[in-house]
């Protein structure tokens, strides 16, 4: 069976339902960076927007498959917090509290779709790299480019609280 586009967020998900209802009014953003804060406890990933970006340590491709994709794996499946390279790029992700990983935009789209492929993300089985190197929008998922910048505007928020 085909996809029929756009799709929609799953609202079941704690996460993106208060971002849509941040957008809607009926939920503070404080409510959402709690849950966000929540999963990135949970997952030892950390998502900051920050300037100049925090000391880590690099974490070596070789210890990818160890470290980075199972909490990047258990991080989006907790938040389907899906965010295309051109969000990536003004993200800085702390792995196991001060470590990083530094994807390329290519290396980010394919580790989004590799996930969304494997819990079936939305219904559709056949994401590729593209989905989300060029970024996902409101054709792709309905109310996605609100629904994004909202959650940007979450992290950032998160962000500077933090500091």
């Known amino acids: 069976?085909?996809?029929?586009?756009?799709?929609?967020?799953?609202r079941s998900v704690p996460l993106v339902d208060a971002i849509f209802r941040v957008i809607e009014g009926t939920c503070s953003e404080l409510e959402a960076i709690q849950l966000l804060s929540e999963a990135e406890t949970l997952t030892e990933v950390k998502l900051l927007s920050t300037k100049p970006p925090p000391p880590s340590k690099q974490i070596p491709v070789e210890d990818y498959e160890k470290l980075v994709e199972p909490?990047?794996?258990?991080f989006l499946s907790e938040t389907h917090l899906v965010l295309g390279s051109k969000e990536?790029?003004?993200?800085h992700i702390l792995i196991a509290n001060d470590y990083s990983y530094a994807w390329t935009h290519r290396e980010?789209?394919?580790?989004?779709?590799?996930?969304?492929?494997?819990?079936?993300?939305?219904g559709h089985f056949d994401w590729n790299y593209l989905d989300f190197y060029g970024g996902l929008n409101d054709r792709i998922v309905e109310n996605y480019d609100a629904w994004c910048a909202t959650a940007m505007r979450i992290i950032e928020i998160k962000s500077n609280l933090a500091t």
């Open 1 to 10: 069976m085909e996809t029929v586009f756009p799709v929609k967020l799953d």
């Open 71 to 74: 909490r990047m794996n258990q």
């Open 88 to 91: 990536y790029n003004d993200l």
């Open 108 to 122: 980010w789209g394919y580790m989004l779709a590799k996930w969304a492929n494997d819990i079936r993300w939305l």
